[in-house]
């Protein structure tokens, strides 16, 4: 019964900053690794960032994912941002242990970023 709750998206002007958070409902060391996703109208689901156990900022471009453990929460900073950010932006997880025969991944329910003028 793993839940991830994202927020913090919204609408931005293009250059503009935006943190989102996502907290889960338990110890995100349960999972191997955290990331963040983003898919727009008619494209793929693509890959953001992603973070290990490892507390430590991993800044990729305009963004920076972090974690604090003690929060069970996942931030994703973004900076700069431009019109092709618009997307729903969705937290996921990887567990740590096998269950009915395959590594579970969780995902949130996502959060929408429109950067628009």
Same mark, same amino acid.
């Given at each position: 019964?793993?839940? *991830?709750?994202?927020?913090?998206?919204?609408?931005?002007?293009?250059?503009?900053?935006?943190? *989102?958070?996502?907290? &889960?409902?338990?110890?995100?060391?349960?999972?191997?690794?955290?990331?963040?996703? /983003?898919?727009?109208?008619? =494209?793929?689901?693509?890959?953001? &960032?992603?973070?290990?156990?490892?507390?430590?900022?991993?800044? =990729?471009?305009?963004?920076?994912?972090? /974690?604090?453990? &003690? =929060?069970?929460?996942?931030?994703?900073?973004?900076?700069?941002? =431009?019109?092709?950010?618009?997307?729903?932006?969705?937290?996921?997880?990887?567990? /740590?242990?096998?269950?009915?025969? /395959?590594?579970?991944?969780?995902?949130?329910?996502?959060?929408?970023?429109?950067?628009?003028?």
């Amino acid at each position: 019964q793993v839940q *991830l709750v994202e927020s913090g998206g919204g609408l931005v002007q293009p250059g503009g900053s935006l943190g *989102l958070s996502c907290v &889960a409902s338990m110890s995100i060391l349960n999972f191997s690794a955290m990331g963040w996703f /983003r898919q727009a109208p008619g =494209k793929q689901r693509e890959l953001v &960032a992603v973070i290990t156990s490892s507390d430590r900022d991993s800044v =990729k471009g305009r963004f920076t994912i972090s /974690r604090d453990n &003690a =929060k069970n929460t996942v931030y994703l900073q973004m900076h700069s941002l =431009k019109p092709e950010d618009t997307a729903v932006y969705y937290c996921h997880a990887m567990g /740590r242990t096998v269950v009915n025969g /395959r590594l579970p991944t969780y995902w949130g329910q996502g959060t929408q970023v429109t950067v628009s003028s």
